[in-house]
T-cell receptor, first 113, second 111 residues
């Protein structure tokens, strides 16, 4: 299947710092999704991007759909302790997601005291 | 409340045993999905169903089976043919072409 390269694999940051992570693909996607997963729970949708070049915010989170449709990034500003978790990008191909999503391997965000 | 309910939260399997994981949704979504998650890995698609009485294999369907007799329910059976079943299993549902929403998962372990 298609592959998504998500980086970094993990991040160790101080509370209050800004965070940036990204996903790249060798294939074009029609939609990019960003999810957050807390330990022992299912992923929760943070932001959905439907159009190349689109920049969307959700509170302190901002995500962009790359112009080439092969990449996306997620920024978190002024991190707080509850931001800790694993962030996944997911791409939706030409099938509209009806045949499932392609996921990155996740970015594990850890906030140091 | 509307949502996706997975049960049980934790499940243990003995050698040679089949086990069934439950997934129920009351969101009136047509499409349902099963994913497997291993440590340090993204989610991998096992099976999906876009409509009642129809389902398709995903990327890692070997050793698993599903049924979709009702719109609300999409149970996953982990058969004895699945030699490495220890993982976190996630069920999702969606309106077709809309983002998927996930349940809280079932953690399966081997006794």
């Amino acid at each position: 299947g298609q592959q998504l390269n998500q980086s970094p694999q993990s991040m160790f940051i101080q509370e209050g710092e800004d965070v940036s992570m990204n996903c790249t693909s060798s294939s074009i996607f029609n939609t990019w999704l960003w999810y957050k997963q807390d330990p022992g729970e299912g992923p929760v949708l943070l932001i959905a991007l439907y159009k190349a070049g689109e920049l969307t915010s959700n509170g302190r989170l901002t995500a962009q759909f790359g112009i080439t449709r092969k990449d996306s990034f997620l920024n978190i500003s002024a991190s707080i302790p509850s931001d800790v978790g694993i962030y996944f990008c997911a791409g939706v191909g030409a099938g509209g997601g009806a045949d499932g999503l392609t996921f990155g391997k996740g970015t594990h965000l850890i906030i140091q005291p | 409340d509307g949502g996706i309910t997975q049960s049980p939260k934790y499940l243990f399997r003995k050698e040679g045993q089949n086990v069934t994981l439950s997934c129920e949704q009351n969101l009136n979504h047509d499409a349902m999905y099963w994913y497997r998650q291993d440590p340090g890995q993204g989610l991998r698609l096992i099976y999906y169903s876009q409509i009642v009485n129809d389902f398709q294999k995903g990327d890692i369907a070997e050793g698993y089976s599903v049924s979709r007799e009702k719109k609300e329910s999409f149970p996953l059976t982990v058969t004895s043919a699945q030699k490495n079943p220890t993982a976190f299993y996630l069920c999702a549902s969606s309106i077709v072409s809309q983002p998927q929403h996930f349940g809280d998962g079932t953690r399966l372990s081997i006794l």
